[in-house]
Protein backbone atom coordinates (compact mmCIF):
# COMPACT_ATOMS: atom_id res chain seq x y z
CA UNK A 1 0.00 0.00 0.00
CA UNK A 2 1.39 3.45 -0.93
CA UNK A 3 0.26 6.75 0.70
CA UNK A 4 -0.17 10.35 -0.37
CA UNK A 5 -0.12 13.80 1.32
CA UNK A 6 -3.36 15.37 1.89
CA UNK A 7 -3.04 18.64 0.44
CA UNK A 8 -0.08 20.39 2.30
CA UNK A 9 -1.38 19.08 5.81
CA UNK A 10 1.56 16.51 6.50
CA UNK A 11 -1.10 14.18 7.03
CA UNK A 12 -1.09 10.98 4.78
CA UNK A 13 -3.70 8.77 3.43
CA UNK A 14 -3.20 5.31 2.13
CA UNK A 15 -3.93 4.95 -1.58
CA UNK A 16 -7.31 3.27 -0.57
CA UNK A 17 -9.20 3.98 2.46
CA UNK A 18 -12.02 2.37 4.34
CA UNK A 19 -15.22 3.92 4.75
CA UNK A 20 -17.07 3.34 7.78
CA UNK A 21 -20.59 4.73 6.85
CA UNK A 22 -20.59 0.35 6.22
CA UNK A 23 -20.60 0.37 9.89
CA UNK A 24 -23.06 1.46 12.23
CA UNK A 25 -25.96 1.42 9.54
CA UNK A 26 -27.69 -1.46 7.72
CA UNK A 27 -27.71 1.05 4.31
CA UNK A 28 -24.96 -1.54 2.85
CA UNK A 29 -26.30 -4.86 4.76
CA UNK A 30 -26.36 -5.27 8.62
CA UNK A 31 -23.84 -7.09 10.77
CA UNK A 32 -23.29 -7.50 13.88
CA UNK A 33 -20.62 -4.84 16.28
CA UNK A 34 -18.09 -7.91 16.49
CA UNK A 35 -18.46 -8.10 12.36
CA UNK A 36 -17.84 -4.76 11.97
CA UNK A 37 -15.16 -4.47 14.32
CA UNK A 38 -13.44 -7.65 12.28
CA UNK A 39 -13.83 -5.82 9.06
CA UNK A 40 -12.19 -2.64 10.35
CA UNK A 41 -8.99 -4.99 11.22
CA UNK A 42 -8.95 -7.35 8.14
CA UNK A 43 -8.32 -3.45 6.38
CA UNK A 44 -6.12 -2.76 8.61
CA UNK A 45 -4.17 -6.49 8.29
CA UNK A 46 -4.31 -5.70 4.14
CA UNK A 47 -2.41 -1.96 4.49
CA UNK A 48 -5.23 0.19 4.66
CA UNK A 49 -4.78 3.32 7.33
CA UNK A 50 -7.13 5.97 6.30
CA UNK A 51 -10.66 4.83 7.96
CA UNK A 52 -13.13 8.10 7.24
CA UNK A 53 -16.25 8.40 9.41
CA UNK A 54 -19.16 10.66 10.25
CA UNK A 55 -20.92 11.45 13.43
CA UNK A 56 -24.19 11.12 11.82
CA UNK A 57 -23.81 7.31 10.34
CA UNK A 58 -25.41 5.29 12.86
CA UNK A 59 -26.01 8.26 14.77
CA UNK A 60 -22.71 7.81 16.24
CA UNK A 61 -22.54 4.22 16.59
CA UNK A 62 -20.02 4.40 13.25
CA UNK A 63 -17.28 6.46 15.50
CA UNK A 64 -17.67 4.75 18.57
CA UNK A 65 -17.13 1.40 15.67
CA UNK A 66 -14.05 2.83 14.63
CA UNK A 67 -12.80 4.09 17.69
CA UNK A 68 -12.99 0.75 19.18
CA UNK A 69 -11.10 -1.00 16.75
CA UNK A 70 -8.40 1.28 16.27
CA UNK A 71 -7.53 2.34 19.65
CA UNK A 72 -4.46 0.14 19.73
CA UNK A 73 -3.00 1.55 16.82
CA UNK A 74 -4.36 5.07 16.84
CA UNK A 75 -1.14 6.71 16.18
CA UNK A 76 -0.54 4.44 13.39
CA UNK A 77 -3.66 5.34 11.21
CA UNK A 78 -5.09 8.00 10.08
CA UNK A 79 -8.82 8.86 11.10
CA UNK A 80 -11.16 11.29 9.37
CA UNK A 81 -15.00 12.22 10.83
CA UNK A 82 -17.15 14.58 9.74
CA UNK A 83 -19.79 17.16 11.09
CA UNK A 84 -22.89 19.00 9.99
CA UNK A 85 -26.19 17.43 10.89
CA UNK A 86 -28.42 17.25 14.06
CA UNK A 87 -29.18 13.66 14.64
CA UNK A 88 -29.23 14.70 18.39
CA UNK A 89 -32.86 16.27 18.40
CA UNK A 90 -33.97 14.63 15.13
CA UNK A 91 -34.90 11.26 14.09
CA UNK A 92 -33.68 8.94 11.31
CA UNK A 93 -36.40 9.02 9.03
CA UNK A 94 -35.55 5.86 6.29
CA UNK A 95 -32.61 7.49 3.90
CA UNK A 96 -34.13 10.73 4.11
CA UNK A 97 -31.54 13.60 4.65
CA UNK A 98 -31.75 15.07 8.19
CA UNK A 99 -31.72 19.11 9.24
CA UNK A 100 -28.15 20.50 8.60
CA UNK A 101 -26.42 22.96 11.29
CA UNK A 102 -23.43 24.29 10.35
CA UNK A 103 -22.38 26.90 12.41
CA UNK A 104 -18.82 27.47 14.72
CA UNK A 105 -20.60 26.69 18.21
CA UNK A 106 -22.44 23.81 16.49
CA UNK A 107 -19.19 22.44 15.40
CA UNK A 108 -17.06 23.20 17.97
CA UNK A 109 -19.74 20.89 20.06
CA UNK A 110 -20.17 17.84 17.42
CA UNK A 111 -16.38 17.97 17.43
CA UNK A 112 -16.09 17.34 21.19
CA UNK A 113 -19.10 14.54 21.01
CA UNK A 114 -17.37 12.72 17.87
CA UNK A 115 -14.06 12.60 20.16
CA UNK A 116 -15.39 11.24 22.76
CA UNK A 117 -16.99 8.60 20.85
CA UNK A 118 -13.92 8.33 18.88
CA UNK A 119 -12.35 8.21 22.39
CA UNK A 120 -9.50 10.20 20.69
CA UNK A 121 -7.82 13.22 21.21
CA UNK A 122 -7.67 14.64 17.97
CA UNK A 123 -9.00 13.50 14.79
CA UNK A 124 -6.46 14.04 11.67
CA UNK A 125 -9.14 15.17 9.30
CA UNK A 126 -12.08 16.84 10.14
CA UNK A 127 -15.10 17.26 7.45
CA UNK A 128 -18.19 19.52 6.72
CA UNK A 129 -20.89 17.02 6.19
CA UNK A 130 -22.82 18.07 2.48
CA UNK A 131 -22.59 21.88 3.45
CA UNK A 132 -24.15 24.27 1.09
CA UNK A 133 -22.02 27.00 -0.49
CA UNK A 134 -24.05 29.64 1.51
CA UNK A 135 -23.26 27.98 4.99
CA UNK A 136 -20.13 28.19 5.24
CA UNK A 137 -19.50 32.11 6.14
CA UNK A 138 -17.03 33.24 7.84
CA UNK A 139 -17.75 32.15 11.36
CA UNK A 140 -17.18 28.54 10.13
CA UNK A 141 -14.21 29.11 8.41
CA UNK A 142 -12.38 30.79 11.56
CA UNK A 143 -13.67 27.90 13.58
CA UNK A 144 -12.15 25.26 11.34
CA UNK A 145 -8.80 27.44 12.08
CA UNK A 146 -9.25 27.85 15.90
CA UNK A 147 -9.53 23.59 15.67
CA UNK A 148 -6.50 23.12 14.12
CA UNK A 149 -4.21 25.74 15.82
CA UNK A 150 -5.48 23.94 18.87
CA UNK A 151 -4.64 20.59 17.44
CA UNK A 152 -8.07 19.24 17.68
CA UNK A 153 -7.67 18.90 13.86
CA UNK A 154 -4.91 18.50 11.43
CA UNK A 155 -6.52 19.15 8.14
CA UNK A 156 -10.02 20.07 7.01
CA UNK A 157 -12.37 19.11 4.48
CA UNK A 158 -15.71 19.37 2.49
CA UNK A 159 -17.62 16.18 1.86
CA UNK A 160 -20.09 16.73 -0.92
CA UNK A 161 -23.54 15.30 -1.96
CA UNK A 162 -25.70 13.99 -3.24
CA UNK A 163 -28.40 15.58 -1.96
CA UNK A 164 -27.09 19.32 -1.95
CA UNK A 165 -25.32 21.20 -4.59
CA UNK A 166 -21.76 20.28 -6.14
CA UNK A 167 -20.15 22.65 -7.99
CA UNK A 168 -20.48 25.77 -6.07
CA UNK A 169 -19.41 23.95 -2.96
CA UNK A 170 -16.45 22.42 -4.27
CA UNK A 171 -14.95 25.04 -5.95
CA UNK A 172 -15.75 27.01 -2.65
CA UNK A 173 -13.54 24.67 -0.70
CA UNK A 174 -10.69 24.39 -3.23
CA UNK A 175 -10.47 28.71 -3.45
CA UNK A 176 -10.32 28.74 0.19
CA UNK A 177 -7.72 26.08 0.79
CA UNK A 178 -9.51 23.24 2.31
CA UNK A 179 -7.10 20.13 2.49
CA UNK A 180 -9.49 17.68 1.00
CA UNK A 181 -13.02 17.96 -1.07
CA UNK A 182 -14.76 14.21 -1.00
CA UNK A 183 -17.21 13.25 -3.70
CA UNK A 184 -18.42 10.71 -6.31
CA UNK A 185 -16.16 10.09 -8.62
CA UNK A 186 -15.70 7.21 -10.98
CA UNK A 187 -15.20 6.24 -14.73
CA UNK A 188 -18.73 6.31 -15.01
CA UNK A 189 -19.48 9.40 -13.20
CA UNK A 190 -17.33 11.94 -14.04
CA UNK A 191 -18.59 14.67 -13.27
CA UNK A 192 -17.96 17.00 -11.13
CA UNK A 193 -14.84 15.48 -10.18
CA UNK A 194 -13.10 16.49 -13.84
CA UNK A 195 -14.45 19.94 -12.86
CA UNK A 196 -12.65 19.92 -9.65
CA UNK A 197 -9.32 18.60 -11.08
CA UNK A 198 -9.17 21.25 -13.55
CA UNK A 199 -10.10 23.73 -10.81
CA UNK A 200 -7.03 22.70 -8.57
CA UNK A 201 -5.02 23.02 -11.87
CA UNK A 202 -6.16 26.21 -12.63
CA UNK A 203 -6.12 27.75 -9.03
CA UNK A 204 -2.58 25.86 -8.39
CA UNK A 205 -4.39 24.50 -5.43
CA UNK A 206 -3.11 22.05 -2.77
CA UNK A 207 -6.41 21.02 -2.51
CA UNK A 208 -6.94 16.82 -2.59
CA UNK A 209 -9.84 14.70 -4.08
CA UNK A 210 -11.38 11.77 -1.83
CA UNK A 211 -13.18 9.95 -4.22
CA UNK A 212 -16.13 7.81 -3.02
CA UNK A 213 -18.52 5.43 -4.87
CA UNK A 214 -15.41 4.76 -7.31
CA UNK A 215 -17.51 1.39 -8.37
CA UNK A 216 -20.25 3.53 -9.18
CA UNK A 217 -23.25 1.54 -6.93
CA UNK A 218 -21.88 -1.70 -7.77
CA UNK A 219 -21.47 -1.33 -11.96
CA UNK A 220 -17.55 -1.81 -12.45
CA UNK A 221 -17.07 -4.33 -9.65
CA UNK A 222 -19.65 -6.39 -10.88
CA UNK A 223 -21.41 -6.84 -7.86
CA UNK A 224 -24.72 -5.34 -9.74
CA UNK A 225 -25.54 -7.37 -13.18
CA UNK A 226 -28.30 -7.71 -15.05
CA UNK A 227 -29.76 -10.46 -13.02
CA UNK A 228 -29.13 -8.47 -10.17
CA UNK A 229 -32.66 -7.66 -8.04
CA UNK A 230 -31.64 -4.86 -5.43
CA UNK A 231 -33.56 -5.01 -2.17
CA UNK A 232 -35.99 -2.15 -1.14
CA UNK A 233 -33.29 -1.47 1.38
CA UNK A 234 -30.71 -1.77 -0.49
CA UNK A 235 -29.40 2.10 -0.59
CA UNK A 236 -28.35 1.11 -4.42
CA UNK A 237 -31.79 0.58 -5.16
CA UNK A 238 -33.18 4.07 -5.76
CA UNK A 239 -31.25 4.50 -8.56
CA UNK A 240 -33.95 4.12 -11.73
CA UNK A 241 -33.34 0.57 -13.75
CA UNK A 242 -32.46 3.02 -16.89
CA UNK A 243 -29.14 3.51 -15.07
CA UNK A 244 -27.88 -0.23 -14.58
CA UNK A 245 -28.95 -0.87 -18.08
CA UNK A 246 -26.78 1.63 -19.81
CA UNK A 247 -24.36 1.27 -16.92
CA UNK A 248 -23.91 -2.57 -18.35
CA UNK A 249 -22.95 -1.75 -21.47
CA UNK A 250 -20.56 0.90 -20.44
CA UNK A 251 -18.69 -1.61 -18.77
CA UNK A 252 -18.44 -3.98 -21.49
CA UNK A 253 -16.70 -1.40 -23.63
CA UNK A 254 -14.12 -1.02 -20.34
CA UNK A 255 -13.35 -4.41 -20.29
CA UNK A 256 -9.67 -3.46 -21.93
CA UNK A 257 -8.88 -1.72 -18.92
CA UNK A 258 -8.78 -5.55 -17.17
CA UNK A 259 -6.02 -7.42 -17.55
CA UNK A 260 -6.12 -11.61 -16.60
CA UNK A 261 -4.25 -12.14 -13.33
CA UNK A 262 -3.21 -8.97 -13.13
CA UNK A 263 -5.75 -6.25 -12.63
CA UNK A 264 -9.45 -7.12 -11.92
CA UNK A 265 -12.23 -4.80 -13.31
CA UNK A 266 -13.17 -3.15 -9.89
CA UNK A 267 -8.74 -2.51 -9.38
CA UNK A 268 -8.99 -1.12 -12.88
CA UNK A 269 -11.56 1.91 -11.74
CA UNK A 270 -9.47 2.58 -8.37
CA UNK A 271 -6.36 3.03 -10.59
CA UNK A 272 -8.17 4.98 -13.19
CA UNK A 273 -9.01 7.59 -10.01
CA UNK A 274 -5.57 6.93 -8.95
CA UNK A 275 -3.98 8.21 -12.11
CA UNK A 276 -4.96 11.65 -11.07
CA UNK A 277 -2.21 13.54 -9.66
CA UNK A 278 -5.09 15.41 -6.54
CA UNK A 279 -6.74 12.36 -5.75
CA UNK A 280 -4.82 11.17 -2.16
CA UNK A 281 -6.97 8.10 -1.23
CA UNK A 282 -9.70 6.29 -3.07
CA UNK A 283 -12.59 4.71 -0.39
CA UNK A 284 -14.28 1.71 -1.50
CA UNK A 285 -17.91 0.80 0.05
CA UNK A 286 -16.35 -2.26 1.02
CA UNK A 287 -18.66 -5.04 2.17
CA UNK A 288 -17.12 -8.44 2.95
CA UNK A 289 -13.40 -9.57 3.38
CA UNK A 290 -13.13 -10.32 -0.34
CA UNK A 291 -13.51 -7.02 -1.16
CA UNK A 292 -10.70 -5.72 1.43
CA UNK A 293 -8.43 -8.15 -0.45
CA UNK A 294 -9.39 -7.39 -3.90
CA UNK A 295 -9.21 -3.26 -3.77
CA UNK A 296 -6.40 -2.83 -0.69
CA UNK A 297 -4.23 -4.78 -3.48
CA UNK A 298 -5.54 -1.88 -6.32
CA UNK A 299 -2.34 -0.06 -5.86
CA UNK A 300 -0.25 -2.56 -6.10
CA UNK A 301 -1.56 -3.91 -9.95
CA UNK A 302 -0.76 -2.24 -13.23
CA UNK A 303 -0.94 1.57 -13.37
CA UNK A 304 -3.04 2.31 -16.45
CA UNK A 305 -1.07 3.24 -19.96
CA UNK A 306 -1.61 7.07 -21.06
CA UNK A 307 -3.32 5.01 -23.72
CA UNK A 308 -5.83 3.39 -21.74
CA UNK A 309 -6.47 7.03 -19.86
CA UNK A 310 -6.76 8.58 -23.10
CA UNK A 311 -9.14 5.78 -24.33
CA UNK A 312 -11.91 5.90 -21.23
CA UNK A 313 -11.82 10.16 -22.24
CA UNK A 314 -12.61 9.46 -25.88
CA UNK A 315 -15.40 7.05 -24.62
CA UNK A 316 -17.03 9.16 -21.82
CA UNK A 317 -17.01 12.15 -23.85
CA UNK A 318 -19.28 9.95 -26.26
CA UNK A 319 -21.31 8.95 -23.39
CA UNK A 320 -20.06 5.19 -24.17
CA UNK A 321 -21.78 5.05 -28.06
CA UNK A 322 -25.07 5.35 -26.14
CA UNK A 323 -27.59 7.58 -27.08
CA UNK A 324 -30.71 7.06 -24.58
CA UNK A 325 -30.74 8.29 -21.27
CA UNK A 326 -30.06 6.78 -17.94
CA UNK A 327 -32.89 7.92 -16.32
CA UNK A 328 -30.28 10.11 -13.74
CA UNK A 329 -31.50 13.10 -14.74
CA UNK A 330 -31.84 15.71 -11.86
CA UNK A 331 -29.44 18.87 -12.04
CA UNK A 332 -27.83 18.50 -8.17
CA UNK A 333 -27.01 22.99 -7.51
CA UNK A 334 -27.73 24.95 -4.54
CA UNK A 335 -27.42 28.29 -6.22
CA UNK A 336 -29.93 27.79 -8.66
CA UNK A 337 -27.78 25.93 -11.51
CA UNK A 338 -25.88 28.95 -12.38
CA UNK A 339 -22.64 26.90 -10.97
CA UNK A 340 -24.16 23.46 -13.86
CA UNK A 341 -24.30 26.53 -16.54
CA UNK A 342 -21.00 28.60 -16.16
CA UNK A 343 -19.19 25.05 -16.26
CA UNK A 344 -20.97 24.03 -19.21
CA UNK A 345 -22.08 20.76 -17.74
CA UNK A 346 -25.63 19.12 -19.03
CA UNK A 347 -26.23 16.66 -16.80
CA UNK A 348 -24.76 15.51 -13.11
CA UNK A 349 -25.36 11.70 -11.98
CA UNK A 350 -25.02 11.10 -8.42
CA UNK A 351 -25.04 8.16 -5.67
CA UNK A 352 -24.09 5.84 -3.32
Request: hydrophobic share 40%; proline share 3%; no cysteine.
Amino acid sequence: MQHRELGSSGVEVSEVGFGAWVVGTDWWGDRAESQAVDMIQHALDRGITFFDTGDVYGHGDSEELVGRALADVRDEVTVSTKVGYDFYNNPQAGHGELPKRIDGEWIETAVDRSLDRLDMDYVDVLMLHNANVDEVDRDVLETLDDLREAGTVDAVGWALGPSIGWLAEGDRAIEEGFDAVQVVFNVLEQAPGGHFLDTIEELDADTSLLPRVPHSSGLLNEQVTPDTELDEGDHRAYRPDEWYETGWEKVDALRFLEQDGERTMGQAAIQWLLAHDAVASVTPTFRTAADIDEWAAAPDTPPLSDEEVDRVAELHADNFGIDRDDGMDSLRSSVDGEDIESAGIEKMSAGD
